[in-house]
C-alpha cells in the first residue's frame, strides 16, 4: 500500500445529481481491480457517490446504503466489470475484512468501499479515496453534526417531520479524490 497520493484534486458539487453526474464520469473509467474507498461522515453522500458510479459502470440499478448488509453486489448488464458495494462502518478490523473475502470478488468487479479507509487498503497496491464533506456551516440551522441517513431533508423544528421521505435538500458537497499506486498514476479527466 502506498502512502502518498500521486495526485489530489478537487470538486464541489451543488446537490445529489452534480455528485452523481461526477461520479457516473469517473464510473465510465473504472476497470476490474480498481478499489475505491469512500470516506465521509454519515449523510456526506457516499452512497450517493456509488448510485453514479453504478450508472457509468453499467450496473443493475437499485443501489442503496448497504448499512445493514456488508456487502452488495451489483452484476453489470453489458460486458463491463459488476460492482461490489461495500459498507464497513461496523467492521472493526482488517481481520474482519478478510472475513468477507472480497479479494475473491476483486479480479473481476469495482470495489466500492464506504468507512473503509484504514480497513481495505491492503487489497490492492493501488487505490482511489474519495472524501465527501459538507460545506461548514452550508445552510441556515444546519451546523455540522453526526446525523443519521434518514436526517438529510429532515423538517425545520416548526414544520412537520416526513422520515424516510425520499425528497432531499440539495447543498454544497467539496469532494477530494486522491490516487494512490501504480493504477492511478495519473489523474482522470472528470470534467
Ligand atoms: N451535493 C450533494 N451530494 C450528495 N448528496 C447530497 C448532496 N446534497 C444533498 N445530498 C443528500 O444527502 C444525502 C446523502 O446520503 P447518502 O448518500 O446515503 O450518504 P452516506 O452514504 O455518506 O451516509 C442524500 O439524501 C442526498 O440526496
Ligand atoms: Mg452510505
Do not use: C
Request: no cysteine.
Amino acid at each position: 500500500m502506498t502512502s502518498a497520493p500521486a495526485w489530489e484534486a478537487e470538486f464541489r458539487t451543488a446537490g445529489a445529481e452534480e455528485t452523481q453526474a461526477l461520479a457516473e464520469r469517473l464510473g465510465g473509467i473504472l476497470r476490474r481491480g480498481d478499489l475505491l474507498l469512500l470516506t465521509g461522515e454519515l449523510g456526506a453522500g457516499k452512497t450517493t457517490f456509488t448510485q453514479g458510479l453504478g450508472a457509468g459502470l453499467g450496473v443493475r440499478p437499485g443501489i442503496i446504503s448497504p448499512t445493514f448488509v456488508l456487502v452488495r453486489e451489483h452484476p453489470n448488464l453489458g460486458t463491463g466489470p459488476d460492482l461490489i458495494h461495500v459498507d464497513a462502518y461496523r467492521l472493526g478490523s482488517e481481520g474482519e475484512i478478510d472475513d468477507i473475502d472480497l479479494e475473491a470478488s476483486m479480479d473481476r468487479a469495482v470495489t466500492v468501499v464506504e468507512w473503509g479507509r484504514g480497513l481495505v487498503e491492503h487489497l490492492s497496491d493501488s487505490r482511489l479515496e474519495i472524501t465527501l464533506i459538507r460545506a461548514v456551516g452550508g445552510g441556515p440551522g444546519t451546523p455540522s453534526q453526526a446525523d443519521g441517513e434518514a436526517e438529510a431533508g429532515a423538517a425545520p423544528s416548526t414544520g412537520f417531520s416526513t422520515d424516510f421521505s425520499t425528497e432531499d435538500t440539495d447543498e454544497e458537497r467539496t469532494i477530494r479524490l486522491a490516487g494512490y499506486g501504480p493504477r492511478w498514476q495519473q489523474a482522470p479527466d472528470l470534467r
